[in-house]
């Protein structure tokens, strides 16, 4: 395995992209690519901020030699790696239509969006029965943008989901609930916040009639319910 360049994110990840022909080379769940796609693989592969945890890797390539020289983190957050390859089926998006390595090899470089996208559904809230509840993720964000918010809950009487940044919802059953927001990015980045939610027993009206009142036949007793 030889790693050939090394770029670090604003969240200080570092990013690590070179060559491999190892046919047990650590990858995520997450890859593009597990398994070696034939010859020797480009790699893609991102530490946390700690140094100590691999939260992304990924082969790179086609059918014959690729190997992955240089990577740079844009400001969007996106990681370039950049290189060369012999593979004529190596993977590319619209609009190349047909990859042609020129002579023994041919350049390459490939766009990676893989930040999770940061979960905000709200600070716990607490409200009486019967109270439309207006839920916020607006405080959710995405290096790119999040194409999609998902909200999960029961409320007392039903099993719910509820789409967009701030659905509304209206509790009728007092209760204590945890509201689950999952967002998603545009090539299926995704992360989940919950929220706590409380609904109290709509408090009953207190009835005051005002003190006990002794009147002559004929008087005008003015009535204050106003206690």
């Not at 046919?23 to 597990?34: G, K, L, M, S």
């Not at 209760?175 to 919950?194: E, H, I, P, S």
Request: charged share 15%; hydrophobic share 40%; glycine share 12%.
């Amino acid at each position: 395995d030889s790693a050939a360049g090394i770029a670090i994110d604003q969240n200080n990840c570092v990013h690590i992209a070179g060559s491999t022909d190892s046919v047990d080379f650590p990858v995520t769940a997450n890859a593009i690519a597990t398994m070696p796609t034939g010859g020797m693989d480009a790699f893609l592969l991102r530490f946390d901020e700690s140094g100590m945890f691999l939260d992304y890797s990924t082969y790179l390539g086609g059918s014959m030699h690729d190997a992955g020289s240089a990577i740079s983190i844009y400001t969007d957050g996106c990681a370039y790696v950049a290189g060369n390859t012999n593979s004529s089926d190596f993977p590319r998006m619209p609009p190349t239509t047909k990859l042609i390595p020129q002579g023994s090899s041919g350049a390459f470089i490939s766009k990676f969006d893989i930040t999770i996208p940061v979960a905000d559904a709200g600070p716990d809230i607490v409200v009486n029965e019967t109270t439309t509840l207006i839920l916020d993720g607006g405080g959710s964000h995405d290096n790119t943008g999040i194409i999609n918010f998902t909200w999960v809950f029961s409320d007392g009487t039903d099993n719910v989901t509820l789409y967009g940044e701030a659905p509304a919802h209206r509790f009728d059953m007092p209760g204590k609930y945890q509201v689950l927001l999952t967002v998603k990015d545009a090539v299926g980045n995704w992360n989940t916040d919950m929220m706590n939610l409380t609904v109290l027993v709509q408090p009953l009206p207190t009835a005051e009639a005002g003190q006990d009142i002794e009147v002559s036949q004929g008087g005008i007793v003015k009535f204050n319910g106003t206690g």
